[in-house]
């Protein structure tokens, strides 16, 4: 998804909480100001649905949840507030939320040309600010490659790289997986 920044006044969260309501698209809010979230690709979309197809019925006897780009993550009760393309998360304050998770554990975001620098860049920054947050992961839509970020000691983050061929680990939540299942079924434009 594409984050937009808008023409309104800047904003409350109290405001942007009730005003978001009303709106035909979902809004990201960082610091006052909101951003429209535009539609991704098919690839994005497709990659994003076989991840979750995948963890939930893994965590659904675990006491987590995991959710797709419907779902706002609250990095701070005062800002920002983000829609990633799959979270989850295992904190009990989580498991019944109506509105937003605030304790991820794991947070998943698919790159296509017009969010990479974002989800590289603002998001990843804010991201790693959440105390609960173990890893961070980047999926490429445009090929397989995956980047997964992990928690080390103190402010310490790990970098893993992944490609064709390997079994990416998610240590948070226990689980094991080859990348190419995050690539069934997904099309990549090749060139003529």
């Not at 790159?111 to 620098?117: A, E, W």
């Not at 680990?169 to 190419?180: G, R, Y």
Request: contains cysteine; glycine residues 6%.
């Amino acid at each position: 998804m594409i984050a937009i920044p808008q023409q309104l006044p800047k904003m409350t969260i109290e405001e942007y909480f009730a005003w978001e309501l009303d709106q035909d698209i979902r809004y990201e809010y960082i610091n006052g100001e909101v951003f429209a979230m535009t539609g991704g690709t098919i690839p994005h979309n497709d990659i994003a649905l076989n991840l979750y197809a995948s963890l939930r019925p893994y965590l659904r006897n675990r006491g987590c949840r995991v959710n797709v780009s419907d779902v706002k993550v609250q990095v701070t009760p005062k800002s920002p507030y983000f829609y990633p393309d799959l979270i989850v998360s295992c904190d009990p304050q989580d498991l019944n939320a109506l509105k937003f998770i605030q304790n991820p554990k794991l947070i998943v975001e698919v790159l296509s040309p017009g969010t990479s620098s974002k989800d590289r860049g603002e998001k990843f920054r804010y991201y790693l600010t959440i105390p609960s947050l173990q890893e961070y992961i980047l999926i490429d839509s445009e090929k397989i490659s995956v980047e997964r970020y992990c928690r080390g000691e103190g402010r310490m983050w790990l970098y893993y790289p992944y490609t064709t061929g390997d079994i990416i680990t998610l240590s948070s939540i226990e689980f094991e997986f080859p990348i190419e299942m995050l690539y069934e079924g997904v099309g990549f434009e090749t060139e003529e």
